[in-house]
């Protein structure tokens, strides 16, 4: 998947809201935004950044976020925002604008209401970056830059992984918890694939060679006579994957 993340504002004259105690959303922003590519990128992403670097306006400043986004033919733009009102208002909202991007918001805001942030729901104002993208497109309004409530829970860590999260459907939730530790134990050495096509018909970068012994497994799915699993490989930094393996191995509790 490839993401455009737009660093909202950050382009003077287009810059943001200023908050509580000196917090400024262009400073906000940034700390989510540059979290938030690393962590996609980490996933195995390509990341576009879309946040220009000057403009003469606000109205070229947004030009060009819409531009770069369309012209590297993004699967998803994210533009990340902070909101400021009066001082009370406090809560998360994201917008979107077709049914596509509105799933993917709903999403994204699930994983942030999740931080305990207040959940001000999907909205659809046509701001101009999500309308003039040609792909499903969000604005993330991650919380007020203004609301002590909002500023004193604000982690920019939890919330780029929330969005994270959001975008690509790996909630801690979902994180495999095995209540016993299996093994898989494999006795003829072969190699863990990324699908159950057959070895021969997969790219050598693509297969992971695994030796005789047992490696540690957090989840397993059995299909097409392949288990599916997620491992640990210790020997390659604690990594984790999905990969296949079929008749070599078989999966025991742990001793
Ligand atoms: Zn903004």
Not at 37 to 50: D, P, Q, T, Y
Not at 199 to 223: A, C, H, N, Q
């Amino acid at each position: 998947m490839k993401f455009g993340i737009d660093i909202g504002h950050n382009c003077s004259p287009d810059t943001g809201a200023v908050g509580v105690s000196g917090k400024r959303e262009d400073d906000l922003t940034k700390a989510v935004g540059t979290l938030l590519m690393k962590k996609l990128a980490a996933a195995g992403h390509s990341v576009i950044n879309c946040t220009p670097t000057t403009a003469a306006t606000v109205g070229e400043s947004l030009r060009k976020r819409v531009n770069k986004a369309n012209a590297n033919s993004v699967d998803i733009f994210v533009s990340i925002h902070f909101n400021a009102f009066n001082g009370q208002a406090n809560g998360t909202e994201v917008f979107a604008i077709s049914n596509t991007s509105k799933a993917i918001a709903r999403t994204v805001l699930n994983e942030i209401v999740k931080l305990g942030v207040k959940n001000k729901g999907v909205k659809s104002t046509p701001f101009f970056v999500i309308k003039n993208t040609q792909m499903p497109a969000i604005l993330v309004e991650c919380c007020f830059c203004d609301s002590k409530v909002d500023m004193d829970r604000f982690d920019a860590e939890k919330m780029a992984e929330a969005i994270k999260d959001g975008l690509i459907g790996e909630s801690d939730e979902d994180e495999p918890k095995p209540d016993k530790d299996y093994v898989l134990k494999i006795t003829k050495p072969t190699v863990l694939k990324p699908s159950t096509e057959q070895s021969s018909e997969l790219s050598k970068d693509t297969l992971v060679d695994i030796g005789i012994g047992g490696y540690p497994i957090l989840d397993f799915r059995y299909e097409e006579r392949h288990y599916w699993v997620k491992w640990i490989d210790k020997s390659k930094g604690n990594r984790d994957e999905h990969f296949v393996f079929d008749e070599y191995g078989k999966i025991e509790e742990k001793q």
